[in-house]
């Protein structure tokens, strides 16, 4: 049977935080989806747990690795688009595990002409180790007052959480959050990522994923806040790989964007 959604997952030497998300999508309601982990150049344990998680997950996984070269996750996100099978995509992050609804949620609100940009609840790394894969299974980790009782905070970021139906549209409707494209827990149509070229591959870690969001509106594509809707939990990690060089070119990629109204990338899928 066609899958409805393909499901790419961005990851780098993360295999644990890898596998609970992995979980997630196990649990999910919707289920005519495939996965394909865009994986950056990670070593074989990455590899080894996707062969084994394989075995037990109803889903089928497409591993897409090239070799380590510093941060070039546009690269790797590129390649996954060219790999996915379906119309619709949705991209997120190895360490963001999704709530059971995540996918039923992103399917409900597609819609042509628009990309959906969500959120994430973010959790400090003691919980983010302690998440078992049975707490995925039964729903515990995106309980608040299990997270309560492990020492997390109620604050007005919880109703990402406990915000459902009539609650969560009007959560996303008076938000002054602006919805752009977030690598996280983002989605839209193939054939929009094709028309701008998919993503800058000049571009490293620190607005690359706006950038491409940036892109879509000067193409014409609008964007949809479902920040509320669309709950995962992001686990807690280092990030070693961010340098000063990186956010400062970005930025210029992005002014430039955003001055000349760029729709197109000479450095995305097709190379001139």
């Known amino acids: 049977m066609n899958k409805d ?12 935080w890898l596998t609970k998300v992995l979980y997630g999508y196990n649990a999910q309601t919707f289920r005519n989806f495939e996965v394909v982990i865009a994986d950056d150049g990670s070593d074989e ?58 996918i039923e949620q992103h399917i409900k609100n597609r819609e042509e002409g628009y990309f959906l940009s969500g959120g994430y609840y973010k959790l400090p790394m003691k919980i983010s180790k302690q998440i ?31 915000a459902v139906g009539i609650k969560s549209w009007f ?29 800058d591959e000049r571009m490293q870690y620190g607005g690359e994923d706006r950038e491409f969001g940036e892109r879509l509106i000067n193409k014409g594509i609008k964007s949809k806040q479902i920040r509320y809707s669309t709950v995962c939990i992001h686990l807690d990690h280092a990030r070693s790989y961010v340098k000063p060089e990186m956010i400062e070119k970005n930025l210029q990629i992005r002014k430039e964007t955003k001055a000349n109204k760029k729709v197109w990338t000479e450095f995305g899928i097709k190379k001139e």
Not at 58 to 68: G, Q, R, T
Request: aromatic fraction near 16%; hydrophobic fraction near 35%.
């Open 45 to 102: 344990k990455t590899k080894k747990i996707i062969s084994e998680i394989q075995k037990e997950v109803f889903f089928p996984i497409y591993h897409v690795w090239h070799e380590d070269n510093g941060f070039q996750k546009t690269i790797i996100l590129n390649k996954s688009i060219f790999a996915t099978t379906t119309d619709y995509i949705l991209m997120t992050d190895g360490d963001c595990i999704p709530r059971e609804d995540f």
């Open 132 to 162: 078992s894969k049975e707490d995925i299974y039964l729903g515990k980790c995106f309980d608040i007052n299990w997270l309560k009782k492990n020492g997390i905070k109620f604050s007005f970021k919880s109703y990402k959480l406990i």
């Open 5 to 16: 959604i393909s499901i790419i997952i961005s990851t780098y030497n993360s295999p644990e």
């Open 171 to 199: 959560f996303n409707f008076v938000t002054t959050t602006t919805p752009s494209w977030n690598g996280h827990n983002s989605s839209g149509w193939k054939s929009d990522f094709l028309k701008v070229n998919g993503f």
